[in-house]
């Protein structure tokens, strides 16, 4: 990426006047080249906006597509990608490509503050450093999780995808001084929790979940989008609108990102609590101590049960069906099971057509209750309640892809220029993934009212925890 580019991203900061940079009238010439930039003022303060709008419009890109991705969305219109949801994931694709794109923007954003423009404006505030360190971080966080490998740096080698997990620890290191309060704190270690689950380091996951909760229990860190400045969430696009229809059996928790004024634009959770309490759930289960992850998850659940719900939500444009390729439920008559022989749950699909109104949570939600808790006897139907509740509490944020270990390939460009990239260049998909829209499937009886998902992925992850790709802590 040229530092043009960057440039303009930084530029393009200007207008989103949440950040209170400057005055219009201070703008004498957006057209700015590197040198005058670096020369004029409050360029890291600048720079420093520029790169949190790049950072929100990247996890944007990555909530939309990572959930098609995954068996939480079917993309049932024509915008977007139709090939997510097969999933077919080639080195080719465009939105592969875009997607490894968003990573190094982050990346070499962050670098290029502390290398480059902390030399010319030596006003780079502890919180400025602070932002820098957490969003390079958060780079290497998503490339090793959604990647098989990928650069470290511009036009690096191509390292594995646990490499960039250890770089992103280390970042998060350099960052946790800079905390300037509890919440950031138990933030910074909530990442380092998710990058050391995802590498199955139970022990010191645990330790840094235990070091979140015990700095803050309820914390939740968002990234903020301005909708009046054309700074868009892209996912709240295709799930506010349309496009995209969720698994049957999540259907209460949709819309999370939902619009009740013109140009709202909802944040998107990159962490909260919770992820720590379903980490040390996990890590209880691995330990065979099936009593206190049930005790652990009941803490989880009140925790949940405590976030903020929107209420009154006028949804009766979503019809469940809007021309796209199959039909939805769309009446609280329906039951769904999770799959065949699976028993029949109500008060998962929500009336939403006049005159019905309806609410969401848009923090975290679950169906799981303290009884479905208290009837897990054994290991595995414990775990597939965790497995249940983390796809339910990170619905809509981009992170179920992971749970089903499913990983893209290194773009083709990066293959053609860079001879280690040869061996990162096909997709992961385990063979237990089903192909063909499957992990959307599911029939419907529109008679009777029940729907049946075909494949229960949460069932299937627990049969295959002993598979490398899934359920790290096994």
């Known amino acids: 990426m040229k530092l043009s580019r960057y440039i303009l991203t930084a530029a393009l900061g200007l207008t989103f006047t949440a950040c209170n940079l400057v005055e219009p009238g201070d703008i004498v010439n957006p057209n700015v080249d590197e040198k005058a930039f670096l020369k004029s003022a409050n360029a890291m303060q600048t720079w420093v906006n520029g790169t949190e709008k790049n950072f929100a419009q990247g996890i944007g890109e990555y909530c939309q597509l990572m959930e098609i991705l995954s068996d939480n969305y079917y993309n049932n219109y024509s915008r977007s990608s139709n090939v997510f949801d097969y999933p077919r994931l080639a080195n080719t694709d465009d939105d592969v490509k875009k997607l490894q794109r968003c990573i190094g923007n982050m990346r070499e954003a962050a670098d290029y503050a502390f290398n480059v423009v902390a030399k010319h404006d030596k006003d780079f505030t502890r919180e400025e450093q ?8 958060y780079s290497f966080l998503l490339a090793g999780e959604y990647f098989t490998g990928l650069p470290m740096s511009e036009g690096g ?19 946790l001084p800079l905390a300037a309060n509890a919440e950031d704190k138990a933030f910074i270690h909530t990442l380092k929790a998710r990058a050391y689950y995802r590498l199955g380091q139970k022990e010191q996951a645990k330790a840094e979940a235990k070091a979140s909760l015990g700095a803050s229990g309820e914390y939740v860190k968002q990234v903020q989008f301005d909708g009046d400045n054309s700074v868009n969430n892209v996912a709240q696009e295709a799930i506010w609108g349309t496009w995209f229809q969720p698994l049957p059996r999540l259907d209460f928790l949709d819309p999370k990102f939902f619009m009740l004024k013109t140009n709202e634009q909802r944040p998107i959770c990159i962490a909260k609590a919770e992820e720590n309490h379903l980490i040390l759930a996990e890590a209880a289960v691995a330990e065979g101590r099936v009593s206190e992850a049930k005790d652990i998850l009941k803490t989880l659940l009140k925790l949940v049960k405590g976030r903020p719900v929107e209420t009154n939500i006028d949804d009766h444009l979503e019809g469940r069906f809007n021309g796209g390729t199959k039909k939805y439920p769309n ?21 939403r057509q006049a005159p019905h109104l309806i609410s969401v949570p848009y923090i975290s939600g679950t169906s799981a209750d303290e009884a479905m808790i208290d009837h897990c006897t054994t290991v595995d139907e414990t775990l597939q309640l965790i497995y249940l509740m983390r796809q339910e509490i990170f619905m809509a944020e981009g992170r179920r ?17 860079t001879p280690s990239a040869k061996a990162y260049g096909e997709a992961l998909i385990p063979d237990f993934i089903p192909l063909d829209h499957g992990l959307d499937a599911f029939t ?10 075909t494949y229960n992925m949460n069932k299937v992850i627990v049969e295959q925890k002993k598979s490398p790709y899934v359920a790290p802590f096994e």
């Open 130 to 137: 602070f932002k820098m360190y957490y969003i390079k971080a």
């Open 157 to 175: 080698e191509v390292k594995p995808w646990k490499d960039h997990l250890q770089q992103a620890i280390a970042t998060l290191d350099e960052a």
């Open 444 to 453: 419907m009886d529109e008679d009777k009212k029940l729907v049946t998902i």
């Open 401 to 417: 892809v992971a749970d089903l270990g499913i990983r893209m390939p290194v773009g083709d460009v990066e293959i053609a220029h």
């Open 331 to 351: 009446s609280s008559a329906y039951k769904v099971a999770a799959s065949a022989g699976e028993p029949f749950r109500e008060k998962l699909v929500l009336d």
